[in-house]
């Protein structure tokens, strides 16, 4: 098992984070290896992985010099990782690592991908985002329906994960750097014909998005259109 998590000035969260996912995993009985990617922070959070590695031999840190998104920090880990299964998740874990069981399951019974939902019945939301970012996720997910015909309820939720072939197959087409990767991974996904679960998970909001409402819902709805220009539309399924 693999566990991706990118960081972007993440000092006040990713302790926390690292503890809860090392003591978790040592409970499941598998070998596994933490890899977080910090994307340029300005703060102390290279510091504090490299201090927490002394504890957590199985524990990495891999740096890009200048802040590249969220979406290329996810690939590199991806791509440095060794792990029969490979999840990618936030580094606030607004979804607790214990839900990885819901995903676990699926992908043990045929799925080549299984993602962490918000949105779709059974999801249990312990704590809400403000009206006006669901609103916009709302929106978002309207969007990439109408142009790309992904039907998910949620396609943002930042706890994916993915068997090792599957992960290196669609990464290696990913295009996208920033926080559109999430829809570009699932149409590549889409295109190439792979099993993807969409599970309805536990979630908490947690402050301190790195998200700019205004200025980043702009990009993404253009990186949509982007996404399916270059992508191209998938063939029909008889």
Known sequence: MSVVIPAYNEEKRIGETLSKTNVYLKKQGYDFEIIVVDDGSSDKTVELVRMY???ITNLVVLENKNNQGKGYSVREGIFKSSG???LFADADFSTPIGELDKLLHWMNNGYQIAI?????????IMLYQAWYRQLMGKSFNKVIQLFLGLDYYDTQCGFKCFRRDAALEVFNTLK???FSFDVEVLYIAKLMGLKVKEVPICWYNSAGSKVRLIRDSAKMFLDVLQIRLSCGKPEKQD
Request: proline residues 6%; charged residues 30%.
């Open 53 to 55: 590695s002394k504890e």
């Open 84 to 86: 029969e299964i490979v």
């Open 116 to 124: 962490g939902s918000r949105a779709m019945p059974g999801s249990q």
């Open 176 to 178: 996208s750097c920033r």
